[in-house]
C-alpha cells in the first residue's frame, strides 16, 4: 500500500447555519453537506493515520475559529506537534449574528515523527498569511495547495475530504471518486 509523507484535510466539522433569515426563506439550516462530529473526525484520522502513512509526516489540517483548540487537540491526541497557524485571509466572509465579518480560516500545520524538511530554495519564502479571495462555502484557496506542493515536491500528498482532484495528489472524500482504496 502507498504510504503517505503528507496529509491535507479539510473536515466537515460538525455544525450548522446559523440563523434563518427573511431574505433567503427557502435556506435550510444544515449544510449541503454531511458533517461529521469532532470524535468521527478524530476517528477517521486516527486509522488513516496508522495505517497509510509514514513514520515521518506532515499533517495540514484545516478548520475555523469555532473549533480551533478542538482541532489543535485533535492533532495533539494524534501524537502530532503543531508547527504553525497558517491563517487564509479570504478577503470578504459572512457576519454571523450580523455582527463582524470572520474573514479568515485556520491551516494548521503539525508533524508527528522528525519534521519533514521543506525544498531548501523555498527556505524563508513564505509567511504565515494566505491572501485570496474565498469563492465558494468551503472551498479552500489554490494557494495553499501551491504552499505545499512548492515545500515539499516531491513527497506523496493526499487530500481527505476532498471535494475535487488535484495533479499529483491522491483523493479521498465523498464528493470525488477516490484515486487511494481504503479497503485493503
Known sequence: MKKYQIIY??????????GLRKVRPNQKITLDYLTI?????????????????????????WTIDKFLWEAENLGKDLGYKLHARIIWDKENGVAPAFTI??????????????????????????????REKSTKHSKKPIKAYEFIEAL?????????????????????????????????
Open 152 to 184: 515539499y515536491p516531491n513527497k506523496n500528498k493526499v487530500e481527505l475530504f476532498a471535494r475535487n482532484k488535484r495533479r499529483d495528489w491522491d483523493v479521498w472524500g465523498n464528493e470525488v471518486e477516490s484515486d487511494i482504496d481504503l479497503s485493503e
Open 37 to 61: 462530529p469532532i470524535n468521527g473526525v478524530k476517528y477517521f484520522l486516527s486509522l488513516f493515520d496508522r495505517d497509510c502513512c509514514d513514520e515521518d509526516r506532515v499533517l495540514f489540517l
Open 9 to 18: 484535510a479539510d473536515p466537515p466539522w460538525q455544525q450548522t447555519k446559523g
Open 101 to 130: 465579518r470572520y474573514s479568515h480560516e485556520y491551516l494548521l500545520w503539525f508533524y508527528k515523527g522528525k519534521f519533514l524538511p521543506i525544498e531548501k530554495s523555498m527556505r524563508g519564502k513564505f509567511t504565515t498569511v494566505i
